[in-house]
């Protein structure tokens, strides 16, 4: 596996296996009708632009590292759709190749500024001049912006570092990915399972800096502590924009599907072309008079989010010290892992073969019933309860680690948080429980066990399998 791995990554560098630098739509955009997959494609592009050329959309809370400057020049392009502009920036000793200008004019309709957007297809530092194609040129002395500039770098260190793992686009599916169990993180779903924040909410800055520093223990997810911090830093802002680039898509797609799916589509057809125009209107309708709407909206709400993670009210925070580590402790640790159910899934002795693990599960979203047995996260794939005992905690391993996985469960994943069914005192006796399991000794444990009532009915013995 992981001479496959190195093979790989020696080869994307050497073999000019490079996979192209254009982001993905999500291929749930081909379940909707052809009109509906464009208008989402050109929204998202719209608003996010190509690796190459990134858009700084200022309604999301990410640190573009924007630039601003004045136009002071602007002649006829060699080709149509081209321009030669001279520039003043406020920074002079920058690389504007690939970086996106953004101008704002008055439309001519409706009076409100609208946003158009240059691509620096080369520029010139000393003279200050550039060629920018687009539609639409900025005049003489107009303001300008250069968007995501600073994005750019976090982008150029996530290209040689997580694209083969991660993909161009973040949806988990690098070359190398494949190989992987678990998968890459596909960061679309806005889903993260290990931080510090509440159940529901957003990994902080400093959350995403850890899984940088520490790698995820156990998996293939490595550690990048040798980089400078600041590399790091751009690093977790374009995993932050990816991830929102990712849920605005899957919101777009979930606001047009019910009405707008390529089944209406194909059925519409059916029917002549009458109703086919009568859907083409609706559609219109829809597009022109609630899309701006709801893609507002929908941009809003997730970048509160991400917002809100960083707040101090996000945090899980235990309101009890650390319950000592005791014997006393521990069993009563125990006690709680038996009536909180943990067993149905890690298993009477935590090896991780609980009774949830034999169950067959339906695909919530499709309704079919999966293959194999067991537990599935919400990117499909099946996923093991951890063993316990082998002491391994991906999201750390410190006891407030291991705290927050309790209190706030594991996102994405079927362990749900057990902040209303746990109190904080009892949580830490499960911690010192759960951390004393790599040490204890099932056997003993099986006859404290005879005395504790057991609540997992389908799965009566208590002889756990070696290993994961
Ligand atoms: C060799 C493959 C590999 C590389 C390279 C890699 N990752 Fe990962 N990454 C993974 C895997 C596998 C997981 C999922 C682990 C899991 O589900 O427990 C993951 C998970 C993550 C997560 C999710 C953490 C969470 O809380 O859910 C983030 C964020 C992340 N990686 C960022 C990065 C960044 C940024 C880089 C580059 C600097 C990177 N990864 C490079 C394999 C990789
Ligand atoms: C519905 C099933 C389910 C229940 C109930 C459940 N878990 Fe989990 N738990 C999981 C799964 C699945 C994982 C692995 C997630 C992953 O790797 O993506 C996990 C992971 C863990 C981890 C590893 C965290 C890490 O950092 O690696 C701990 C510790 C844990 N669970 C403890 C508990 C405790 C204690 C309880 C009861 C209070 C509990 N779990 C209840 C399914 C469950």
Not at 347 to 355: A, C, F, R
Not at 389 to 408: A, E, H, T
């Amino acid at each position: 596996m992981l001479l496959s791995l190195m093979l790989v990554s020696v080869c994307l560098v050497g073999c000019g296996e490079i996979p192209e630098m254009k982001f993905a739509s999500h291929p749930r955009v081909d379940e909707l009708m052809p009109p509906a997959q464009e208008v989402v494609k050109s929204t998202i592009d719209k608003h996010f632009g190509e690796p190459d050329a990134i858009v700084a959309w200022s309604k999301l809370p990410v640190e573009f590292g924007m630039l601003e400057g004045e136009v002071t020049e602007i002649k006829d392009g060699a080709k149509d759709g081209q321009k030669t502009l001279t520039v003043e920036l406020d920074e002079t000793e920058v690389d504007l190749q690939g970086d996106t200008l953004e101008f704002y004019r008055e439309d001519e309709e409706t009076g409100e500024d609208v946003a158009d957007f240059l691509r620096v297809l080369s520029y010139d530092a000393e003279s200050g001049t550039l060629v920018a194609s687009g539609e639409n040129f900025p005049e003489e002395e107009s303001e300008i912006f250069v968007g995501g500039h600073g994005l750019k770098d976090g982008q150029r260190l996530y290209m040689k570092h997580c694209l083969h793992c991660h993909g161009v686009t973040g949806d988990g599916d690098g070359p190398t990915a494949n190989y992987l169990n678990p998968k890459p993180r596909d960061f679309r779903l806005g889903l993260f399972k290990y931080k510090s924040t509440d159940y529901a909410e957003k990994p902080s800055h400093a959350d995403l800096m850890r899984t940088l520093d520490e790698g995820i223990a156990g998996t293939y997810m490595p550690s990048f502590k040798l980089l400078e911090e600041d590399e790091k830093k751009a690093i977790v802002e374009y995993v932050r924009w990816l991830s929102m680039r990712g849920e605005i898509e899957k919101r777009l797609i979930d606001f047009f599907e019910a009405e707008f799916s390529i089944l209406a589509w194909e059925e519409t057809q059916e029917e002549g072309e009458e109703a086919m125009e009568g859907l083409k209107l609706d559609f219109q309708d829809i597009v022109v008079e609630e899309l701006p709407f709801e893609l507002d909206a929908v941009a809003s709400q997730i970048g509160r989010k991400w917002e809100l993670a960083d707040d101090e009210s996000s945090l899980v925070k235990p309101t009890v010290a650390r319950v000592a580590d005791t014997q006393e402790s521990r069993l009563r640790g125990q006690k709680y892992y038996v009536s909180s159910k943990c067993i149905t899934c890690h298993g009477p002795l935590g090896y991780g073969d609980g009774s949830e693990t034999e169950t067959y599960k339906t695909d919530p979203l499709t309704n079919v019933t999966y293959s194999e047995p067991g537990l599935y996260d919400a990117w499909g794939t099946l996923v093991k309860p951890r063993n316990l005992r082998l002491g391994q905690f991906r999201g750390g391993r410190r006891p407030i680690d291991v705290f927050r996985r309790i209190k706030g469960g594991i996102p994405g994943t079927p362990m749900q948080a057990f902040s209303t069914s746990l109190k904080d005192e009892e949580i830490w006796d499960v911690v010192n429980y759960v951390l004393s399991l790599p040490h204890s000794d099932p056997a003993v444990e099986i006859n404290q066990r005879a005395n504790l009532e057991t609540t997992d009915t389908s799965k009566s013995s208590l002889a756990g399998s070696e290993g994961e």
